[in-house]
């Protein structure tokens, strides 16, 4: 009977990616309805400055300065469209993204299951029934949540970035002025934050 030597690196863990990459690769399973949530997030915080745009041109318009063009009543009949645009973007984009969680969630607990019950080798949890049953419940649904605001924030990101781009248009000074507190403060608080986060981190090693 001849042994194998046994490699210790096999009963090392596997490595753990991070939220960024295991959020990457479920958003990867259904990239069509994920970027569908994405976009159309994104009109519904970008199209509020739609209007703003058209009553420039209207006012425009009416004291006889603007360009040849769209006439006073195509104008505010496209003013109309925009201000009920995100309305329909919003009922949309919340179809498209309750539709996109749900079935993600229902994938990774299948993935999860399907480990548990046919994965080659022995698939134990450990913990009681009452944890497993909290990583299928909870520890799922925490995964999702992480996935939940990025439509938020991408569509803001963007509505920032556009009205930066406006704004700089119209006054660049007035837009300098408004946005050095902004970044000012948004810098403090992240040093701030970076510095709680380690002393929570140092304070959980000590307990």
Do not use: C
Request: charged share 15%.
């Amino acid at each position: 009977m001849t042994l194998v030597p046994l490699d210790p690196q096999e009963n090392l863990p596997p490595p753990r990616p991070s939220a960024f990459v295991q959020a990457g690769r479920i958003a990867r399973a259904r990239p069509w309805l994920f970027a569908l949530s994405m976009g159309l997030y994104v009109g519904y915080y970008t199209l509020p400055l739609v209007p703003g745009l058209l009553q420039r041109q209207i006012f425009d318009t009416m004291s006889g300065h603007a360009r040849a063009g769209l006439n006073l009543w195509s104008l505010a009949g496209l003013w109309f469209v925009a201000q009920l645009s995100p309305l329909v973007m919003a009922s949309f984009g919340n179809w498209a993204f309750v539709t996109f969680t749900s079935a993600s969630r229902l994938k990774v607990r299948t993935n999860m299951l399907g480990w548990i019950m046919f994965a080659r080798g022995p698939r134990i949890s450990p913990g009681t029934s009452g944890e497993a049953l909290s990583r299928f419940r909870d520890d799922v649904a925490e995964v999702i949540s992480f996935i939940e605001g990025w439509n938020d924030t991408f569509g803001q990101g963007v509505f920032a970035v556009l009205a930066l781009v406006i704004m700089w248009q119209i006054n660049v000074p007035v837009t300098f002025y408004v946005m050095a507190p902004m970044i000012l403060v948004v810098a403090i608080t992240q040093r701030i934050t970076r510095g709680i986060h380690r002393y929570s981190r140092v304070a959980r090693e000590a307990e």
